[in-house]
């Protein structure tokens, strides 16, 4: 029987202030400076993607009641809020950890670096599927990449090898065999990891079914991702903030509308809404799995390294998140709608984890 899956939100470790100043100069502190501002916390914080929110949330309370350390606080702010927040300085004032639907940038590994951050250990949490979902009280809708780029771009082909502003307000304009209904889809904003994860693999992926816009990509890249990665700015496109339950709510009000969200959130609300087949692929946890479905990512998290035996039960929470038991393939995290790793994988992030190996990008 399938697992259920309930999604995707971030963990996210709240910013109750205690105490500690703002250490976000250009000089970096040293290990002194950073222990003298950051021991007076005994809690460890947490922000981020409201994806990986869930999972982090199920682990923090697991944690709390299982060990003598207190339960961690977990705020989610999205993943770009949350890497912002990570990224800003040491001490109490500032998240220990920030969950994201994506992979940290080096933009922001720099950020970090420049407000004293230069240690940070990555945590792959496993994976999880972006779906487009709509209410079942109207029919399941199939499409292809390249519909649903032509749906959401702000701009598109004009068949004369240009674009034009896109002109499709229903979707039937777009192929006569989709609904003769206006195009609705309700999405995450600019600062969601699930967006970024959106544009990479759908919009990206739809924009690429162009010859003449993927031979671009390599002779006049800013071009391409104008096109291949801007949404459209009407109301057929409208940003629904990083709240998931929300989007599900308003598809079910609103039974012509579709909304773009994680899996989990699918899985966790089967009962009024349905996935949306892109490319022939149904969105389930196998297809996600195995890598058939077309618009799937992976979940992280990241840790100041730093605050390792300042912030007590830094490196017993990451024990206990890469265990077996957590974010294995059996374990309870997948019965909270993580797609977990196959066993190798698993095995060789939880050793690099524990060794506390530090992440590059090179």
């Known amino acids: 029987m399938m697992k259920k899956l309930l999604l995707c939100g971030v963990v996210a470790v709240g910013l109750a202030a205690c105490g500690g100043g703002d250490s976000s100069t250009t000089d970096a502190p040293s290990a002194g400076e950073k222990a003298a501002v950051t021991s007076g916390r005994d809690q460890i914080k947490i922000v981020g993607s409201s994806t990986v929110y869930p999972f982090s949330t199920t682990v923090a309370e697991n944690f709390g009641r299982s060990t003598s350390f207190k339960t961690p606080i977990v705020e989610s702010t999205g993943s770009g809020g949350g890497l912002k927040l990570f990224c800003s300085g040491v001490g109490a004032n500032h998240p220990d950890m920030t969950n994201a639907s994506r992979r940290i940038k080096a933009s922001e590994i720099k950020r970090c670096a420049d407000n004293g951050i230069n240690d940070i250990i990555e945590v792959k949490v496993g994976y999880d599927g972006i779906v487009l979902a709509n209410s ?136 009024s809404v349905q996935g949306t087949v892109i490319n022939d692929v149904v969105p389930t946890f196998e297809n996600i799995s195995d890598g058939s479905y077309p618009v799937s990512r992976s979940l992280f998290f990241y840790v100041k390294k730093d605050n390792i035996g300042v912030v007590p039960g830094i490196e017993e929470f990451l024990n206990e998140f890469t265990s077996e038991r957590a974010s294995g393939q059996d374990g309870y995290l997948a019965e909270k709608g993580l797609i977990p790793m196959k066993p190798e994988e698993h095995a060789a992030r939880k050793a690099s984890v524990l060794a506390l190996e530090t992440v590059s990008l090179d």
Not at 162 to 174: M, V
Not at 185 to 203: H, K, N, Q, W, Y
Not at 215 to 224: G, L, N, R
């Open 136 to 271: 079942r009280k109207s029919d399941q809708f199939n499409i292809t990449l390249r519909e649903l780029y032509l749906a959401l771009a702000k701009d598109i082909p004009n068949g004369n090898g240009g674009t034009k502003p896109n002109d499709h307000q229903r979707w039937n304009e777009i192929n006569p065999a989709l609904p003769d209904t206006k195009i609705e889809i309700l999405g995450p904003p600019p600062t969601s990891g699930t967006r970024d994860a959106f544009v990479e693999l759908a919009m990206e992926g739809g924009c690429q079914t162009f010859d003449w816009i993927a031979a671009m990509e390599k002779t006049d890249k800013d071009t391409y991702k104008a096109i291949c990665h801007s949404f459209r700015e009407d109301d057929n496109f409208i940003e629904a903030g990083e709240n998931d339950n929300l989007i599900v709510q308003k598809l079910n009000a609103n039974p012509n509308a579709l909304g773009i969200f994680g899996f989990g959130f699918l899985d966790q609300n089967a009962d």
